[in-house]
């Protein structure tokens, strides 16, 4: 049953691959007109999504090895919407004080050799 299955479906594959590009743009273009129900919403989504197409084509067209480099992409994107949504925000940084008592108790140096 199994083998069957397995050669239908690489019969099926076989049958859709000129087409799969189509298949793919038709449903994206679906997926973005129903989640974004307005058309400026949409046309933003829609710069979005060929935007991650572009990257992601690009970084896989690089001599570097694709673990290296999603890795680059993916701290420098998330460090980008950090960066920026810290920049909307009217945060401080609080007064640092150069002498500050630590004190350690027993249980402290416990837990700070167990994590060792």
């Known amino acids: 049953m199994s083998s069957y299955f397995c050669s239908s479906i690489a019969g099926t594959q076989e049958l859709i691959k000129p087409y799969t590009f189509i298949i793919f743009l038709v449903v994206s273009i679906y997926l973005l007109w129903k989640l974004n129900n307005e058309i400026n919403k949409f046309l933003w989504a829609s710069v979005l999504f ?3 197409g572009l ?3 690009t970084i896989f067209q690089t001599p570097i ?3 290296l480099s999603m890795m680059c992409i993916f701290s420098g994107l998330f460090g980008i919407s950090t960066i920026l949504f810290s920049l909307n925000d009217s ?3 609080p ?3 150069k002498f500050h008592d630590l004190e350690l108790n027993g249980n402290m140096l416990r837990g700070i050799l167990a994590g060792e």
């Open 95 to 97: 007064h640092q004080n």
């Open 55 to 57: 990257l992601g084509w």
């Open 50 to 52: 060929i935007f991650s």
């Open 91 to 93: 945060s401080f940084i």
């Open 65 to 67: 090895s694709s673990g």
